[in-house]
Nanobody
Framework: QVQLVESGGGLVQAGGSLRLSCATS????????MGWFRQAPGKEREFVAA????????YYADSVKGRFTISRDNANNTVFLQIRNLKPEDTAVYYC?????????????????WGQGTQVTVSS
């Protein structure tokens, strides 16, 4: 079982920035496609961003393009989500996930392992 641990969430004002991290001790981290999802109260979990194994290619939801940046550090088994110009509608629990397949996917069912999530709250 792959354990993923998110950190970096918090309460920020609109327009602010956060950097979320997701770390694992799993030595095969570089073999996973990694994704970030979020879930707001009363809503379904939605795709945010994904990154291939090498980090050379990324994929974003239209709603976050230009404000969110996903990256990874395979040497330290960590994936990041840089969030800029936060908006109240970004308020959600943010989850990282690992996929053992070969294609970048926005479907949560494609991902095999999940973290516990980190809360991001944006005040207006």
């Amino acid at each position: 079982q792959v354990q993923l641990v998110e950190s970096g969430g918090g309460l920020v004002q609109a327009g602010g920035s956060l950097r979320l991290s997701c770390a694992t001790s799993e030595r095969t981290f570089s073999s996973y496609i990694m994704g970030w999802f979020r879930q707001a109260p009363g809503k379904e979990r939605e795709f945010v961003a994904a990154i291939i194994r090498s980090g050379d290619s990324t994929y974003y939801a239209d709603s976050v393009k230009g404000r969110f940046t996903i990256s990874r550090d395979n040497a330290n088994n960590t994936v990041f989500l840089q969030i800029r110009n936060l908006k109240p509608e970004d308020t959600a629990v943010y989850y990282c996930a690992a996929e053992t397949g070969r294609l970048l996917s926005r479907n949560p069912r494609s991902y095999d392992y999940w973290g516990q999530g980190t809360q991001v709250t944006v005040s207006s």
